[in-house]
């Protein structure tokens, strides 16, 4: 992880943001042909050939799409970043890929003339099939560990000091996670978002390698604060690592006499 400050660039919100574009469109477009193209019939002619041409450019612009996106999260995340990230939104990819060919299930029987038993077989498909493909949506619902899960793993607490979320729901967001290492140096490292909410004073739990603590393997939510503090004073006076205690502020009324 980085010994200095990380901070989420125009450059990286602007990759981030295209990235989110390119797989909701693209890639569930892409999606939708392969799905609609796999069961549209054709006749041994020329459409058999031209079925195969079209479903082997939806297939390219699949990978392609993926393989763009996929960079352009890379490079919003940066060389310093969290594991899990780039995993994560993979599952993006291919859920939007599933829900593009759950719609296109749903628009083979408008396009064959299907008897009505095939249209509901075929909606049914779909729906059942971007079903699966949102859970990949899901909110993260990862545990908090008293012990590291490992003999070279070790645990921190860690907490969001920059956060960023696209105006569109396609785009991912991201945030700068901060904490400190067994030999007391300050680092960041980038997350993908995984655990809603993610706002600047998020306290997680970080669990990083003993020996190369350039390698977290794991940000988890451990409760939210509105915690706007820099980093040194929240190391000093840190919060409480229950998720129901929170700090209250201080009672302006002043005591009572007695």
């Not at 599933?98 to 009505?116: H, N």
């Amino acid at each position: 992880m980085s010994l200095q400050p990380l901070r989420i660039t125009a450059g990286r919100k602007l990759a981030a943001g295209l990235a989110g574009i390119t797989t909701m469109s693209a890639t569930l477009a892409s999606g939708f042909a392969i799905a609609v193209l796999s069961f549209l019939p054709a006749d041994p002619g020329g459409l058999l050939s031209e079925k195969a041409v079209f479903s082997a450019l939806a297939v390219i612009v699949a990978l392609v799409s993926a393989a763009i996106s996929f960079l352009l999260v890379l490079a919003a995340l940066g060389r310093f970043r969290t594991g899990g990230s780039l995993s994560r939104f993979f599952r993006y990819q291919l859920a939007a890929l599933g829900a593009g060919g759950g719609l296109g299930l749903g628009f083979v029987p408008a396009m064959t003339d299907a008897a009505p038993i095939w249209w509901v077989v075929a909606i049914a498909a779909g729906l059942g099939l971007i079903a699966v493909s949102l859970l990949a949506f899901r909110k993260a619902r990862y545990p908090i560990l008293d012990r590291p899960p490992y003999p070279n793993a070790a645990l921190a607490e860690g907490s969001v000091i920059d956060y960023w979320s696209g105006s569109s729901a396609r785009a991912p967001s991201l945030t700068v996670v901060h904490f400190v290492d067994n030999k007391g140096r300050d680092r960041w490292a980038r997350h993908l978002v995984q655990q809603d909410p993610s706002l600047r004073g998020t306290v997680g739990q970080v669990i990083y390698d003993r020996h190369r603590p350039e390698l977290v393997r794991r940000f988890a939510v451990t409760q939210q604060l509105f915690d706007l503090r820099p980093p040194r004073e929240i190391r000093e006076n840190p919060t409480s690592r229950s998720g129901t205690v929170f700090p209250m502020p201080p009672d302006p009324r002043p005591p009572r006499p007695r």
